[in-house]
Structure formats: structure tokens, C-alpha cells
């Protein structure tokens, strides 16, 4: 029964979300409530601390709410100004295949913002950005989901790394910087073939004819791109260390596919644009004169206040303090809390941006105004998916605190794995990591749960401590393409609400693979 309680929270959102084809709202709520009756009755937690966690937890939607909300007004203030249609011009001036822009925005774009920021930003305002330049909104949805996924292993700034592995105390900053290099080559080997991968995907599930020819074709200019990330990455991992991979690799990669674009270096002739959302493909006269360097300045200009917040220890120390809306000790529990520094938040620097549009794109406030009323909207019903949700994922993580001395429900799911898989456990390993992202929805809080388990189950097996945790930090970035807030997310800003479940079923198979490649890897190169 401990068993059938602690996979309430990973087996229920499947079943009412993919299996019974539920939206997110109901299927979620229904989980949450079973999780907490379960939880209140077989695990023993009281029910103060349910009620704590659960506030713990629509608390830490609302961070996320303000993410999404400020996403939305950045991309409708620019569609106000014409910036997107300039933008369109742009890309298409650079070039006009989905195939290749699919992989430039969503792996490239993405994954520099993933670098910057993390926290759900990626997604956000990627994929509201492609269902701007015409993309499909399935289609945005579903790329932008596979694509967060090599990236977050470095997160924001080496996170995962620095944060996910902390619980390790006897880990040296040498042994944490052999972890990140060994995660690099790993991905020298899997991570390698994501463009190829996102650029199957989208022509698989939404090409109309000669699909394999559309796949082949590209597949050159793909894995060069896939190896430049990984390659680079690697280089970066070694030479200046965790912090600027995922934010150096992806600049790399824009810059060498921006290059091979201008020169039609490996660019198939054939122009593949079939998915392309018909209905979006009315340009407004407004932009038309707007230079492309302004158009793309309030994104450059995102990307470095998010730069600044988190590298400068003056300015990250005053947007961290300044106005704090993190709750402590809800409901007199010291260990339940919720983070919340309103100024380094992603949404705020989204939304402030937005405000400063209208001197950058000489707009007015009426715009700005319009702008948040839209995304008001846009945003609103997301909150009664997010808050179940999140709740649910706080009472999993909080379940150590009960009146029968169980350990926490992660916990009892890996330890219960790893005497049931000890022998195959390098196979295992990346889809613990990957669990724990699909629950919390973030890589470091998988690396928090389940760094430790790994690293005892790898010295117990006679395995090397250093892959096992190379494989639970990968597994905890493919977890990000299944993870149940961030497809939320991504449904929210392309306007699927309601879709969760069709876009987890399109994107379960390649989240699996990526998990399975890195434990192959691992089996055949580094065991």
C-alpha cells in the first residue's frame, strides 16, 4: 500500500491526462485529491502539514503565473508595436524552412534563455514566439518542450550542478566540475542528435508527404548543429567550468547556424513549410519600417537583465532582497516555505521590458495597457491548473514529514527501484532523474531528491559515482519534457489550454528514448 500511495503523484496525471485523455484541470485536481487522502491515510502526514504544503504550493504557482502572464505581455506589446511582423521578415530573410527555424528558436534560442534564466522562461516565451512566426500551436508546443531539455542539465547559471548536487556534501567544486564534463560527453553521444530529433518530430507529425526525404535532407545541417552544441559544451564545461555552458553552447550554435544560413551551408533547396498555421499568416502594415535590430532589442534585452540579475553579485544581492514576497514558515512549519524574490523573477524583467517597448518601438501606454488586459485572459485559467498541480508536488516533497517515520515518497520510489534494478541500474539511473523533474517540474529539485539515493545505490553496486550522477543530472533535463507545469505552460502560451494531455502523448516517446540513449551510453562507453 506504501508503494501504491507513493506513486499516486506519477501515476495518476498519466492515467487521467494521457490514458483518459482529461484537461489538465480536471485531471489534476482529481490527482491532488487522491494524493491527499492517500497521503492523510496510509502515509501518516497530518493534515496541517497537508494544508501547509498545499499553500506551499499554490505559492510557488503564482511565481510561475507571473512567468506566463509576463511572456504574454511582452509578445502582445510587440505584436502591438509590429515588432513581430518585422521579426517574421527576419527569420525569413535568414530562412524560411520550419525545419531550420524550429531548431534555431526552440534547441538554440531556447536554450540560451534556459542559460539566462530557467524557471519555465524557455517555454514561455519561446513558444508563444512561434506561434507568432506562424508555427502551428501543437506544433510550437511540442518543439519548445522536446528542445528544454538538453540545456537544463546547467540550468540557469550552473544550478543544477552547484544547487541539485549540494546535498552531497563530500563532493569537492573538482568533483562537481567532473560531474559537468562527464554529463558533456555523455551528450556528445545523445544530445548530439536533438535537432535531428526535433526536426523528425515535426515532420513526422506534421508533414504531408515525402517524410523521410523532408528528415534526410536537413539531417546533414542538423547534426552539425547538434555537434556544435555538444562539442562546444564540452569545451566549456572543461575550460572555464558548470556556470556558462548552457549559456555560451547555445551562442555558439546561433552563431554557426546563422553563418551556414547566409551561405546555404548543408540548407536543403527544398523549402518545407508544412506546419504552418494558415490562419496566422495576416501581416500587419504596422513594423514595416521598423528596423530588424530594434525589433529584436527588447528580447536582447531580456536576455541580458536576466544576464545581470544572476551573475553580478551587487545587482543579483538587490533584486533577491528588495521586495521579497517569499512566504516562511506557512502554517508555523519551519521547513515549509515558499521563495518568491519578486524583482529576480523572469516574469518582471518580462514585464518591465514590456513597459520599456514603448519608448523602444516609439508605442504608447494604451498599447501597454491592451497588452496586459490580453494576457490577463490568456493566463487566467491556467491558474486553476497550476495550483493543484503544484500542490500535489509539494505534498510528494514534503512527505518525510509524517507520524510514522516513513521516509519521503521519492525517496521510498528510488529505494524501492534500486533493490528491485541494482543490476541494471545504469539503464535505471537517468529515469529516476527524469521522475523527479516529471513530478517537481525543475532539474535541481530532482538533482536535491535524488542526487543522494544515486550516490548511494552506485557505491553499494560497485558503480562509478560520478557517471550514475552525470546520468540522474541528464535524466533530470529530459524530465522537463514530460514535467506536468511545464507542459501546462506551454499549452497556456500557445493557447492549448485543455490539450495537456495530447501534447504529453506526443512528446512521452522522445523523452523516453533520450533517457534510454544516455543509459546505453553510459553502458557501452564509460562502464
Not at 69 to 96: D, E, P, Q, Y
Not at 409 to 431: H, L
Not at 485 to 501: D, H, P, Q, R
Amino acid at each position: 500500500m506504501l508503494l501504491f500511495t507513493s506513486l499516486i503523484a506519477v501515476v495518476f496525471p498519466l492515467l487521467f491526462l494521457v490514458v483518459l485523455k482529461m484537461p489538465a484541470k480536471k485531471g489534476m485536481i482529481l490527482s491532488f485529491l487522491i494524493l491527499f487522502v492517500g497521503a492523510f491515510f496510509i502515509w501518516d502526514m497530518d493534515l496541517m502539514v497537508l494544508m501547509a504544503s498545499s499553500l506551499q504550493g499554490i505559492h510557488k504557482a503564482l511565481t510561475i503565473l507571473l512567468i506566463l502572464l509576463g511572456a504574454m505581455v511582452l509578445l502582445n506589446m510587440l505584436k502591438n508595436t509590429g515588432a513581430i511582423t518585422r521579426l517574421n521578415k527576419g527569420f525569413k530573410a535568414l530562412s524560411k524552412d520550419m525545419r531550420i527555424l524550429a531548431v534555431i528558436l526552440a534547441f538554440l534560442f531556447g536554450g540560451l534563455l534556459e542559460g539566462v534564466s530557467g524557471f519555465g522562461a524557455p517555454v514561455a516565451v519561446v513558444g508563444a514566439l512561434m506561434v507568432a512566426l506562424n508555427f502551428q500551436p501543437l506544433t510550437a508546443a511540442i518543439l519548445v518542450l522536446i528542445a528544454n531539455s538538453t540545456p537544463v542539465p546547467f540550468g540557469a547559471v550552473g544550478t543544477p550542478i552547484f544547487v541539485g548536487l549540494s546535498n552531497l556534501s563530500e563532493l569537492s567544486s573538482e568533483e562537481l566540475g567532473n560531474v559537468a564534463i562527464l554529463v558533456t560527453k555523455l551528450d556528445l553521444f545523445v544530445g548530439t542528435f536533438m535537432p535531428l530529433l526535433l526536426v523528425a518530430v515535426l515532420v513526422l507529425s506534421f508533414g504531408k508527404k515525402d517524410k523521410i526525404k523532408s528528415i534526410i535532407e536537413v539531417a546533414p545541417w542538423s547534426l552539425m548543429i547538434g555537434l556544435v552544441y555538444t562539442l562546444s559544451a564540452y569545451l566549456y564545461a572543461t575550460l572555464v567550468g558548470p556556470e556558462f555552458v548552457s549559456i555560451l553552447a547555445p551562442i555558439t550554435g546561433l552563431l554557426i547556424a546563422t553563418i551556414t544560413c547566409k551561405f546555404n551551408f548543408l540548407i536543403p533547396k527544398h523549402v518545407w513549410l508544412d506546419a504552418e498555421d494558415e490562419s496566422g499568416k495576416k501581416e500587419e502594415p504596422q513594423g514595416a519600417e521598423m528596423s530588424l535590430f530594434r525589433a529584436w532589442v527588447p528580447y536582447i534585452l531580456v536576455v541580458v537583465t536576466l544576464l545581470c540579475t544572476r551573475i553580478f553579485p551587487s545587482i543579483k544581492k538587490f533584486t533577491l532582497t528588495s521586495i521579497d514576497l517569499s512566504w516562511k514558515h506557512i502554517l508555523g512549519f519551519e521547513s515549509i516555505s515558499g521563495k518568491w524574490p519578486l524583482l529576480h523573477s523572469p516574469g518582471t524583467v518580462l514585464i518591465l521590458v514590456a513597459f520599456l517597448t514603448i519608448f523602444i518601438q516609439n508605442s504608447n501606454f494604451d498599447s501597454f495597457k491592451s497588452s496586459c488586459s490580453t494576457s490577463f485572459g490568456q493566463v487566467k485559467n491556467t491558474t486553476l491548473i497550476l495550483f493543484p498541480t503544484l500542490a500535489l508536488v509539494q505534498i510528494f516533497s514534503n512527505s518525510w514529514m509524517n507520524g510514522s517515520g516513513y521516509v519521503s515518497m521519492p525517496q521510498f520510489i528510488a529505494t524501492t527501484m534500486s533493490s528491485s534494478f541494482s543490476e541494471s541500474w545504469i539503464f535505471i539511473a537517468p529515469f529516476i532523474g527524469m521522475l523527479g523533474t516529471f513530478i517537481s517540474g525543475s532539474g535541481t529539485v530532482s538533482n536535491l531528491t535524488f542526487a543522494a539515493i544515486q550516490n548511494d545505490v552506485a557505491n553499494i553496486i560497485s558503480l562509478n559515482p560520478t557517471l550514475i550522477l552525470a546520468e540522474q543530472t541528464l535524466g533530470a533535463g529530459v524530465g522537463h519534457i514530460v514535467c506536468v507545469n511545464v507542459v501546462v505552460s506551454a499549452c497556456t502560451v500557445v493557447g492549448l489550454s485543455g490539450k495537456e494531455g495530447i501534447v504529453i502523448r506526443k512528446v512521452l516517446v522522445p523523452s523516453l528514448l533520450y533517457s534510454l540513449g544516455i543509459g546505453v551510453v553510459a553502458f557501452s562507453v564509460y562502464s
